[in-house]
Every structure is written in structure tokens, then in C-alpha cells.
């Protein structure tokens, strides 16, 4: 079992920045690929950014490639999302996902935490 603590989300105004946190415990941090899904009442829940589980590796969605990155501190036991450039239609609710098994890092996440809040103005 993992259980994920987001932490950050806010309001901002367009071209501002916001920095996502994610606390993790439960099971070993470093054995989960970890992951930022996001969710408006308009959209499905859709993919934003993951990490590998040493964090050598990095995945974006194309909507964000360029604005947003993930990286994670094992020694912490946190998965962070560092969000430039922010655009109106980043609002959503953002979710921070654990996966322990597997190499695929764009779906298929087994833990999930409570989201946060995030609401760009224009």
C-alpha cells in the first residue's frame, strides 16, 4: 500500500508559476514509478508528466512538454511538478499517482492521492 499527500495548488494568474508537492508513504518510495495526472469536470483524467523510479527518465504530456517538469527526491519521499508558463487552461485538479510495478509510466497507476487544486486566472 501507498498512500500520496498533494500539496501546492492554488490560484495564480496566467504566465505565473506553481510548484506541486507530493508526499509519499507506506511502501518504498523508490520501488514506484511515479506520476501527475490532472481532471476537469469537462475532460476525462488525463496524463500530465511521470518519473522513473531513479528518475533518469521523463514523460510529458505535449500539451505541457516545455512548461512543466517532474522530478522526484527519494531521500524525501516526495514527487515534485514544477509548473511555468501557466495557462488558463491548466486548471484542473491535479493528482499524484504511484505505480510499483511495470515500466509503462502513462497509465495504469494503482495509487492515487486526494488531488490539489489548481486554478489559473487569465
Known amino acids: 500500500q501507498v498512500q500520496l499527500v498533494e500539496s501546492g495548488g492554488g490560484l495564480v494568474q496566467a504566465g505565473g508559476s506553481l510548484r506541486l508537492s507530493c508526499a509519499a508513504s507506506?511502501?518504498?518510495?523508490?520501488?514506484?514509478?511515479m506520476g501527475w495526472f490532472r481532471q476537469t469536470p469537462r475532460k476525462e483524467r488525463e496524463f500530465v508528466a511521470a518519473?522513473?523510479?531513479?528518475?533518469?527518465?521523463?514523460y510529458y504530456a505535449d500539451s505541457v512538454k516545455g512548461r512543466f517538469t517532474i522530478s522526484r527526491d527519494n531521500a524525501k519521499n516526495a514527487v515534485y511538478l514544477q509548473m511555468n508558463s501557466l495557462k488558463p487552461e491548466d486548471t484542473a485538479v491535479y493528482y499524484c499517482a504511484a505505480r510499483p510495478s511495470g515500466n509503462y509510466y502513462v497509465g495504469n497507476y494503482d495509487y492515487w492521492g486526494q488531488g490539489t487544486q489548481v486554478t489559473v486566472s487569465s
Open positions: 507506506g511502501r518504498a518510495f523508490s520501488g514506484n514509478v
Open positions: 518519473i522513473s523510479r531513479s528518475g533518469g527518465t521523463l
